[in-house]
């Protein structure tokens, strides 16, 4: 059986540094800020990157985007990103 989007989103958290949560949440900005530093992405280069700008390079560093373009990465990640972020983590 696959991991729910919350199981993936808290194993996700927890390799990085972060706290699971209980509740079903999005990530937090420090929360997408600890994830590009894991993934190799510096959001830093940006001096305040907004969350789609983290989200795109993110997806963009594991694999799923071809560049890390904020338009591609609007919205939460779905099931599927979470799953390829959360190999590309435990690959680490």
């Keep these: 059986m696959s991991p729910t989007v919350d199981a993936l989103r808290n194993e996700i958290r927890t390799a990085v540094g972060r706290y699971e949560r209980v509740e079903s949440t999005g990530f937090t900005k420090e929360a997408l800020a600890a ?8 959001a830093e280069a940006n001096r305040r990157p907004s969350k789609p700008q983290m989200r795109a390079g993110i ?7 071809d560049d890390d373009d904020p338009e591609e990465a609007p919205r939460q990640f ?3 990103e979470l799953e ?3 190999e590309a983590l435990r690959d680490e």
């Excluded at 994830?35 to 510096?42: L, N």
């Excluded at 997806?59 to 985007?65: C, D």
């Design 84 to 86: 390829a972020i959360a």
């Design 78 to 80: 779905r099931k599927a």
């Design 59 to 65: 997806l963009w560093s594991v694999g799923e985007l």
């Design 35 to 42: 994830i590009c530093e894991a993934v190799g992405y510096d």
